[in-house]
Each structure stands twice: as C-alpha cells, then as structure tokens.
C-alpha cells in the first residue's frame, strides 16, 4: 500500500494514519522524496481502501501488491518522465540516444565525439571517468579532471552528461559536471551508493546487476526512491549466462517486463550486453522494438585505438547508420501503437 500525503499534512494527522495502518497490521515507512510525501505499508492482507482513505491528510491511496512499492506500475497510471531541460526528455514517448566512448580519454577525443553527437542531433553523451575494470592493471579512467575537460566542451555544445560513479565518495566531486549518474552493473546492489544517490537532486540511470534478477533491479530503484530521489531509469544490459559466444546475454525479455512492472523509463545496453561490435547495431534495434525508451551504445572515432571496450564500440560511420535506424524502427514501433 503507498498512501501519499497532501504536502501540508500535519504531524498530527500524520500520527493518526499511521496508528490506523499499523492497527490494520502494516509497516509503515515513511518516504519523503524531493516531490512528495508518502506513507509505504507492507502487510500480508489486502486493504480496503475505505478503511483509511477517508482520513484527513491524506492525497491518495494505492493498493500495490508488489513487493517493491514506489517503482511499481500499479500506483502510477502514467509512466514518468524525466526533464533534463532544454526540451530534452526521457521516457514517455520519448526515445532517447545516448552514446559516446567506454572511457573518456583525451580533449581530441570529446571533441571529435561532441561533433559526431551534434551533427546527430544526439543530446546525451555516456563516458566512464571511474571505470570498474575486471583488471586492476586495465586503464581505470582520467577521474575528475576528465570529467572537467568533457564537462567544458559539452557545456558549450549544448550536451549532457551521463556518467558512472562507483562509491559515495565520488558524487559530490561529480555533481556539477554531471547530468545523470550512472550506477554501474557492479554496483547495482551497492546500497550505501543507492541510499546516497537518493538524496541527490540529479537523475540516475541503475544498470542491472551481472547476475540481478529484474526484481533486484527493481528493489534497487526501490532504494533510491524511497531514499528521496523519484527520477530514475532502469538499464538493461545483459546478464551472465552459462553462454560465452557473446560477452554478455541480453536479457530482451526484461525490457517489456520492467515496463509492465514499473512506471521509470527502461533504457538498454546493446554494447555490453553482446560485446561484439558488428552485432550491436541488430541487437539495438531489437530492442528498440521490444519497447525501450532509450538506447545507450559505445561510439569512438577510433574504437581499435579506444582504452576500453573497443571490441563493442562503434566508429562514427556505423554509428551514423545505426542512430538512422533506430530513429526508423522507433517510428514503426509507434506505427504499431507500441
Ligand atoms: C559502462 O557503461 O562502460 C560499463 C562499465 O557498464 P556496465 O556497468 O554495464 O558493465
Ligand atoms: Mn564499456
């Protein structure tokens, strides 16, 4: 149950929907995000919504079944949408692009991928300036001060920044020169960074877990949320299977699922997931008719020379071709009234 209160609720009132839903056998979690104020009640009966609705104080009452509650479909008719501004906007109806190199590397190189972004007419760049390497000897990213560099030439094209951060220490160095945090596979059940990330005001994309279930990804959302923070996005990006022909299995079955299940924006990884570049763009595509809002690829001017993830990421030429056709097969998704 998620009872959500009206703004000028008074602690009085406040006290005496809780007594009456603790009385009804719930727990009840107060979450008071940077919009709202609501009431969580986790209980094994059902509620009649008679019982409580009625009680001053009180905006709206959801009967939500799902063990995870604030990300759920059931409460929210309408999916969310995130509003980066500049008429940039991400879910609901929306398909969002976003892409750029695993690792920024050099001002050459933000350079060159700015320019490719704009003559796309892509608004969001990815970059990794922490990156999370299997190798303690790979490259690990140029930290804050690549952060800076990109941040300075974005700024002035008019782009925005999504990049990963790997641990609380890192969010409030990034938050200027980010626009969405990125929480990274490896750290999709990393609860101090979620609770963290909750109060930041900033969106926030959580990619699935290696190994997640997409309830997990789920109840991850769950924690940034009701930690304060309502604007998130959920990422497929592949799962580890017992298959190894491919760096990853994408999971093209959690994309409509979590949008059934959840009113966020689902975006997905085609680049992680198969890790084999000249398969990414058919495995972008199928996602896109599966249903995401939202597709986040590597793209480099060089990907042979590229630090990282070269093997997966595309040259501008491939992926000039690739945005045509994602914009194309989105219009035809639309086309079927998907
Ligand atoms: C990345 O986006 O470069 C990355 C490391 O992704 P993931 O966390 O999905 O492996
Ligand atoms: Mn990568």
Redesign the pocket.
Known sequence: MIIQLKEDVTSKEKEQIISKAEALSFHITEVKTQEHIYLVGVGKGDIDPRSLGHMKGIQDLHRVSDDYKLVSRKWRINPTQIDLGNQIKIGEGEFTIMSGP??IESEEQIVAIIDHLKQNNIKIMRG?VFKPRSSPYSFRGNGIDGLKTWYKYAKEAGIKIISEVMQVSQIEPMYDYVDIYQVGARNTQNFNLLDELGKVDKPVLIKRGISGTVDELLYSAEYVFSAGNERLMLCERGIRTYERSSRNTLDINAIPILKEKSHLPVIADP??AIGIRRHVPSVALACVIAGADGIIY?SHYSPEEAL??GQ?TLNFKESNQLINQMRATFDLRKSFGN
């Open positions: 695993c690792s990794g680049s992680h590597e990282s993830d997966q």
